[in-house]
């Protein structure tokens, strides 16, 4: 049972950043450390993407491992209230995510999706956007 009206549950939810969450920060300041420039949640392109790197035709999504259903993750948790509710919410996440993602490689772009929880080792994060860039 939710402990909270129905009034402070709304605003708690409308309080969810979706630009500049702390993942976010995270990944734009190993980028930028990096030597790496980059624009910010373009909107000329589908999904107005986190991070996009022009140069590299590469593009950095980063994933909340609750909303975007990081598999086998910890924090990827279903509430126990209205269960149904949230399993359409959260494949309908899933789903969109798919589709963006698709049309930005059609687009001709390289995505790459960086989950929340691996946000906690910067390290670890740096050589594997490396790997990525070299590639590219």
Known sequence: MDTLTPEHRSWNMAQI???DTRPERIVRS?????????RLNRKDLPGTPDIVLARHKLIVEVY???WHRHARCKDASTPKTRTDFWKRKFSENVKRDRKVRSQLKKLGWQVIVVWECKTQDPD???RRLERVLEKG
Do not use: I, K
């Open 30 to 38: 190993v980028l930028h450390r990096m030597g790496y420039r980059f």
């Open 124 to 126: 670890s994060l740096a």
């Open 17 to 19: 950043r979706h630009r």
């Open 64 to 66: 909340g491992c609750y």
